[in-house]
């Protein structure tokens, strides 16, 4: 079998790791991915060596001291998918704030894997002779399709608070069933979520909602207690009496819904949002979005696509001015994706989304989106001062280029002396 470069990098650093008298495994994720038959994103090393002695092995030069306080070290590849973190074995001191813990003190494998989240993720392996150590029943775990965490859940879930959504995500991205243990830690804790910073929680949902999933990861989310403290204004779409099958066609709207862009996954969850109306929903969202720290680009997207919501009811109708601005815009295969899921959920008419679909796909781009025949500079040239009528002017000159009513630079011209004339 023919392994990748980031396999075989990893493989190097246990074994130069070894050669020098040191234990050294595979751990976390990377052993996990490999029982499931999948190829891991990147490979971590566990091992007795001390942070120093891994840099002095590698040399100063071929690592980094990205986290030397808890004993981690990356070793650097020879491109950046061949760098591999090497962690000594450790134990943790107690997570004051929820998040990181105040000491380590490095130990064996058998008690580093105490400290880790969820029995999946505690197994170690040996890519030389082909071995698993697992202390935690993590491979019986896989086996049945369970996420459990390790030893105490509700302990595991006070160290690092992010767990409580670490564990919604692994049980929906896999599609395992979580542990009724470690369900109800998760439920007892969801309100102390907000502990973690809003990039971290952010993080979460992108990848729960880029998965195809993202259903079931939302529908735990909720059951769990998290999504409340999460995204509170969404609540009373199954808190109210009523209501609930607002949160069922959420639901969904999101299993129906195809795309491999989180800006989509998240408009469509937050698409029935209960408030009094469009402009207060859109304040919402924008909200919303701020308060997980959402890069620009992320919030106007989001805000774009539900805005933009019923803007393709009528399309067949519309004018062709109107219709190619809509098609030409660069977010607009985004918003087909969320109105198809939207209208299949709600089992409505697919004609106008198929006649955008097809009218676009069937237009040349330089008929849809055409190069403007005259620009702020031509209407300078002809003596017009900016202000309020020189985009009017831009706007209506373009308007009789896409309906196809002037055709050359000498066309629009000729209606910009006509339309001056008229103002």
């Known amino acids: ?16 790791l070894r050669d020098a ?18 190829e891991p994103k990147d490979y971590d090393v566990a091992t007795n060596a001390l942070p120093d002695e891994v840099r002095h092995l590698f040399g100063k030069r071929h690592t980094l001291a990205v986290g030397a306080s808890f004993g981690v070290i990356i070793v650097r590849g020879h491109q950046p998918d061949c760098d591999v973190e090497v962690a000594t074995f ?3 001191g107690p997570y004051l704030d929820g998040r990181r813990p105040e000491h380590v003190h490095f130990t064996t494998a058998e008690e580093d894997a105490q400290r880790r989240d969820f029995t999946i993720n505690g197994m170690f392996y040996d890519p030389i002779n082909d ?48 542990d009724e243990d470690t369900f109800h830690a998760i439920q007892t804790m969801a309100e102390q979520i907000t502990v973690v910073s809003p990039e971290r929680i952010a993080e979460e949902m992108r990848k729960m909602l880029l998965h195809p999933n993202r259903e079931y990861a939302m529908e735990l989310a909720c059951s769990a207690g998290l999504l409340k403290p999460v995204i509170p204004e969404l609540a009373s779409l199954w808190e109210t009496e009523g ?3 607002l949160w069922q066609q959420t639901l969904k709207r999101l299993e129906i819904l195809q795309t491999h ?12 949002l209960p408030v009094a109306n469009d402009q207060q929903r859109l304040e919402t969202v924008y909200q919303i979005c701020k308060q997980l720290r959402f890069s620009n680009h992320e919030l106007n997207l989001v805000h774009w696509l539900i805005e933009q919501r019923e803007s393709l009811q009528g399309a067949s109708s519309f004018s062709l001015s109107r219709l190619k601005r809509l098609l030409a815009h660069p977010d607009f295969p985004f918003l087909i994706e969320l109105v198809e899921a939207d209208l ?20 040349p781009i330089e008929v849809l989106n055409p190069p403007p025949l005259l620009t702020g500079n031509d209407l300078i040239a002809a003596g017009i001062k900016s202000g309020p009528q020189f985009k009017e002017l831009l706007t209506q000159i373009q308007d009789a280029q896409l309906e196809e009513r002037i ?17």
Not at 25 to 34: E, K, S
Not at 153 to 172: C, S, V, Y
Not at 348 to 362: K, M, P, V
Not at 409 to 419: H, K
């Open 1 to 16: 079998m023919k392994h990748t470069e980031p396999y075989q990098a990893a493989v190097e650093v246990v074994r130069k």
């Open 21 to 38: 008298g040191f234990q050294a495994l595979w751990a976390g994720g990377c052993v996990r991915d490999l029982q499931l038959g999948k």
């Open 90 to 92: 450790r134990t943790e």
């Open 131 to 178: 071995s698993i150590f697992d202390y935690v029943g993590g491979k019986s775990d896989l086996q049945q399709h369970i996420i459990r965490a390790i030893g105490n859940p509700l302990e595991r879930m006070q160290e690092d608070k992010l767990r409580l959504l670490r564990a919604i995500r692994f049980t929906a991205t896999l599609r395992f069933r979580l």
């Open 243 to 245: 209501s609930l099958s």
């Open 261 to 272: 862009h989180f800006e989509t996954a998240f408009a469509a969850l937050l698409l029935d």
């Open 344 to 363: 299949r959920s709600r089992n409505q008419s697919l004609a106008d989304l198929e006649f955008c679909r097809q009218y676009r796909d069937h237009t």
């Open 407 to 423: 055709h050359t630079q000498a066309d629009a011209q000729a209606l910009l002396e006509q339309l001056i004339k008229h103002k």
